[in-house]
């Protein structure tokens, strides 16, 4: 919930304010967005790539995984960001990002990226993408949209 709250609560609220909201479309969803949700997505994925430094353990490279953990990262702050530009609120991000991280931790931390943790992980990834189309599309955001 932290998260949600800093980055789209607070960081891409007061970007919005500066820029205006000109995109109209997202993967295919009406939606109105602008460069303040764009920004604010890079630098939640900016922020994740620094997940391999732990100044504790003496550990100070940023490997390639946390790279990629820094793209994922962009790509679902975009989503999250449309969510709350959508609905108008974190709630929904924040219950998306808590899932998220509660199945990327119980697929990846256990098994350590075996066959069968990226089997599920791509099976969740299509999940979370059905789940995500019937969010944005469903009659629930417009009757909330049309008060």
């Known amino acids: 919930f932290a998260e949600e709250l800093f980055f789209r609560g607070y960081i ?4 919005n304010e500066t820029f205006n909201k000109h995109f109209r479309k997202f993967l295919g969803f009406e ?11 890079v630098i939640f994925g900016v922020v994740h790539i620094f997940g391999g430094i732990n100044p504790f353990k003496g550990t100070y490279a940023i490997k390639p995984f946390y790279v990629f953990i820094a ?13 709350r ?3 108008g609120d ?22 350590n990226a075996t066959i069968s943790g990226i089997t599920m992980f791509i099976g969740f990834f ?3 993408g059905i789940l995500f189309e019937k969010f944005l599309s469903s009659d629930h955001i417009a009757r909330r949209l049309s008060n």
């Open 12 to 15: 891409q609220t007061r970007l």
């Open 31 to 41: 939606v109105e967005y602008g460069w303040g949700l764009i920004i604010t997505a």
């Open 71 to 83: 793209i994922s990262a962009t790509f679902f702050g975009l989503l999250f960001g449309v969510i």
């Open 85 to 87: 530009e959508k609905t």
């Open 90 to 111: 974190i709630w929904a991000c924040s219950i998306l990002h808590g899932t998220w991280d509660f199945f990327w931790i119980l697929i990846f931390m256990p098994s």
């Open 126 to 128: 299509i999940v979370f």
